[in-house]
Nanobody, 121 residues
Framework: QVQLVESGGGLVQAGGSLRLSCAASGTIFSINAMVWYRQAPGKQRELVAGITSGDSTNYADFVKGRFTISRDNAQNTVWLQMNSLKPEDTAVYYC???????????????WGRGTQVTVNS
């Protein structure tokens, strides 16, 4: 009943920029943290950046100064602005959110299907 849908991925040259979006829809009471992860071929999924409902942010060291995470609580949407992209940023980027679907319900972990980002050198 809850869906996370990512968009904005694509092919870009090194040094370029992309902006990823992730929109949550369905029966949502509240959203706690919203997080971007990525997974490159043959590698484990890794945290890229996260943001709480109070706009506290956390970034992986390898994206600090290049990526910016933001969110709109009214739209249940999180964005990832990616600048100065490098070939090593090539990966499938996944959106993750901790969502409560009712006032007395449990908070659960939801994932999107991912969006491909490819950075050419």
């Amino acid at each position: 009943q809850v869906q996370l849908v990512e968009s904005g991925g694509g092919l870009v040259q090194a040094g370029g920029s992309l902006r990823l979006s992730c929109a949550a829809s369905g029966t949502i009471f509240s959203i706690n943290a919203m997080v971007w992860y990525r997974q490159a071929p043959g590698k484990q999924r890794e945290l890229v950046a996260g943001i709480t409902s109070g706009d506290s942010t956390n970034y992986a060291d390898f994206v600090k100064g290049r990526f910016t995470i933001s969110r709109d609580n009214a739209q249940n949407t999180v964005w990832l602005q990616m600048n100065s992209l490098k070939p090593e940023d090539t990966a499938v980027y996944y959106c993750n959110a901790l969502i409560q679907t009712s006032r007395w319900g449990m908070t659960r972990d939801y994932w999107g299907r991912g969006t491909q980002v490819t950075v050419n050198s």
